[in-house]
């Protein structure tokens, strides 16, 4: 509980360091920008805060300060709001520059592109959007117009290559500002200043890109979560755009249709009804004309979204032109013209308009002036007559340029919107979600069940990720540490017990060894002898890499533990046999032989009841083959060579050495040396040679042996026609 109010202190902590990091470098932004402008310097260098913010926050503290911006500038400046995509991304560039340490002084061509990257989104996309809305454009006109006067004639490339002239110069002041502040600050200060919100213990860099990096069988979850929440926001934005693109449009062409009926009904108010036949038949020289066309010229200038405003008389063969006033490209016709309802209302209610009607808005397209909303209202004379109309005209074209704005416009708002939504998500997922569980996943992968050290340090290591996330994955952690505790108490409890049961099934091989051999009043100490003989053998045949595919550690441990039952076949011998002090005959040399093949029976027996045999089948093997020869002379079955099996060829040489150096009732002990004699002598005959080379280079370790147990302190044998030169007989 202490470490997760501990976490949970760290992580405000790292909150409000990131707030008011934030909050410096979006007033940065203000300072620098409101001092250019005073000493009227041709640069903007609004992204300065924005860079800092990146370089010492990351991606989310450099995203926020570049939207948040761009929000606060929108209250003076509501266009601003368009441009946060520009921040977000130069927000999103330096962050990626910073996270892969190319931001030095020493590395002058990663920043050269850092510049140019920045300059292209600013300069670049910056002067795009101005295309899409009306009077946005940075300003840059001296450049442009140089561009021009030097001989570039195409205006729209002057605008772009001048805006992006002055981002480069923008920009690079911009870089070495931040380069110079990214300098100075110390190390511990850029560390704390760090955005992070581990919901864990913290780790290296190198630690976290390694658990992103885990791979999955199918998807990730964070690629999951992204996919999703990608379709969502397309989805979303989608909907979002439609809806306000339509609501937009009803309301463009409703603000319009209004604005041209104001127009109309001005424009019907300045026309004297009882003058519009005699102005038809006297023409521009009528009396009042000129009067009546100076009012209605000063009425369309008087708003400059007004296209065209004309007066027609409407009769079964046309509009009769009594007003129609220039527009900017397109000269109005003269009075008296008659225009074709075809040109001019293809899709007007003409009988409505015959009949003197006053007839609903009408969107006209495919008329000789284009694509229009036009709005009629009637003139009347002083009978009371509709004697003509007054119109005037919008063109659609500009309600689709309003509209295509406000689609540029929402476009710019919802990709910006949409870069700090994912930045915040693709945080939370990682922070709160997959660093936590691969961490889980990778510390439970490197449990190595070896011994109960590793076991302990495995949870140990569990334990230390300290997991704090506040929801079900904080439980499933504390399930899991808690699981894995137990687990490692419940395995230790199971090592003890295997440790007990081996050790008592040692204790009782040595204790049915000891009972065979006790009957044997020649052998003594002989099983534990020629244990450690064995032991010995192993270990040296291990360091010198002979048989390296058999001598497996578990290998040389079950023959280790299983060498005292070599002999347990002599149960079934006569003690008469086993005990006699002198010259046995064919017979009894014939018994004594078959305690190998009868012990290896006494040892299968057992396997058969035993559902783990283990150490028993080198025993059967060791107890069978034991006096089997290289050369194939021994018995019970005559194998050789390698047939041999390889436990059986090492307790062969271990044997036949303690038998020489013990003292028997039917010889006196061997010298040491002369056992070792008789033991190279025999290698490649009687024992195999790389068998008898380990045991004869592990010579002092093996007089140690003999040396504990009292041996060799006689050099001279008595000889026995059923005891070959080896020593081997019983």
Request: proline share 3%; hydrophobic share 45%.
């Amino acid at each position: 509980m202490m470490n997760d109010v501990s976490a949970d202190h760290g992580n405000r902590k790292n909150l409000f360091v990131t707030l008011a990091l934030c909050a410096v470098c979006i007033g940065i932004n203000f300072i620098l920008f409101a001092l250019v402008n005073a000493l009227e310097l041709p640069l903007y260098l609004d992204n300065v805060g924005i860079l800092l913010a990146s370089i010492f926050g990351g991606y989310l503290p450099g995203i926020f300060v570049g939207f948040a911006t761009n929000i606060i500038n929108c209250f003076s400046d509501p266009s601003s709001i368009y441009y946060g995509l520009l921040s977000v991304l130069n927000a999103v560039t330096a962050a990626y520059f910073a996270q892969k340490g190319w931001l030095s002084f020493r590395k002058p061509l990663k920043l050269i592109g850092l510049i140019l990257l920045l300059a292209l989104v600013g300069g670049g996309l910056g002067t795009l959007l101005p295309w899409f809305l009306d009077g946005v454009y940075f300003d840059s006109a001296s450049i442009a117009q140089s561009l021009v006067d030097a001989g570039l004639n195409d205006l729209t490339a002057a605008q772009l290559l001048g805006n992006l002239i002055m981002d480069v110069l923008d920009k690079t002041i911009t870089v070495i500002i931040v380069m110079t502040v990214v300098t100075l600050v110390p190390q511990r200060l850029k560390d704390m200043l760090r955005f992070s919100g581990w919901m864990q213990r913290p780790m290296s860099e190198k630690a976290k890109n390694a658990l992103r990096h885990i791979r999955c069988r199918r998807i990730s979850v964070r690629t999951k979560i992204m996919l999703i929440l990608i379709a969502a926001m397309i989805l979303m934005g989608a909907v979002a755009t439609g809806i306000s693109f339509i609501l937009f449009s009803n309301a463009a062409v409703e603000q319009h249709t209004k604005l041209v009926r104001g127009v109309a009904n001005v424009a019907a108010g300045f026309v004297d009804g009882d003058s519009v036949d005699r102005w038809l038949a006297e023409g521009r020289e009528s009396e009042g004309y000129a009067e009546t066309e100076k009012l209605l010229c000063t009425l369309k200038e008087s708003d400059d979204e007004i296209e065209y405003v004309y007066v027609y008389k409407i009769l079964e063969d046309g509009c009769h032109v009594v007003f129609d006033l220039d527009s900017e490209t397109v000269k109005g016709s003269p009075v008296g013209y008659v225009e074709a309802f075809k040109d001019v209302l293809p899709d007007a209610d003409i009988p409505t308009l015959l009949a003197g009607g006053e007839p609903e808005p009408i969107i006209s397209r495919g008329t000789i002036y284009g694509d229009v909303l036009s709005v009629y209202r009637p003139i009347y004379n002083s009978a009371g007559q509709v004697v003509a109309y007054a119109g005037a005209d919008v063109t659609v074209a500009q309600i689709d340029h309003y509209e295509s704005n406000f689609c540029a416009g929402m476009s710019s708002l919802f990709f910006a919107f949409f870069i700090v939504i994912f930045a915040v998500v693709l945080w939370v997922v990682e922070y709160h979600i997959v660093l936590p569980v691969n961490s889980m996943a990778d510390c439970t992968n490197r449990f190595a069940f070896d011994s109960n050290e590793t076991l302990d340090k495995g949870v140990e290591n569990m334990r230390d990720l300290e997991i704090h996330t506040g929801d079900e994955i904080e439980n499933l952690y504390s399930a899991i540490v808690k699981m894995a505790g137990d687990s490692v108490e419940h395995l230790e409890d199971i090592s003890r017990k295997n440790e007990t049961i081996r050790k008592m099934q040692n204790a009782l091989i040595l204790v049915l060894a000891d009972m065979v051999e006790s009957r044997d009043k020649n052998t003594g100490d002989h099983v534990r002898k020629t244990a450690a003989y064995a032991r010995i053998i192993m270990k040296t045949m291990k360091e010198k890499g002979y048989y390296p595919d058999q001598l497996t550690d578990k290998f040389i441990d079950d023959v280790g533990n299983s060498a005292p039952l070599h002999d347990v076949g002599k149960i079934k011998v006569s003690d008469l046999i086993l005990n006699k002090p002198g010259r046995l005959t064919d017979e009894e040399f014939v018994i004594m032989q078959s305690h190998a093949a009868v012990g290896g029976e006494i040892i299968d027996q057992v396997i058969n009841l035993v559902p783990e045999p283990d150490y028993l089948n080198e025993a059967k093997n060791l107890s069978t083959y034991h006096h089997e020869k290289w050369n194939g002379k021994g018995y019970p079955k005559g194998l050789k060579g390698e047939e041999i099996p390889l436990s059986a060829r090492i307790m062969a040489v271990a044997d036949v050495f303690d038998a020489l150096v013990s003292r028997r009732s039917y010889k006196e002990p061997f010298s040491f040396e002369q056992a070792c004699d008789i033991i190279r002598e025999g290698a490649g005959s009687h024992f195999d040679p790389l068998v008898a080379d380990a045991f004869l280079s592990a010579e002092e370790e093996c007089r140690k042996v003999a040396e504990s147990f009292g041996d060799t302190s006689v050099t001279g044998y008595v000889k026995d026609e059923h005891v070959d030169d080896s020593g081997n007989a019983r």
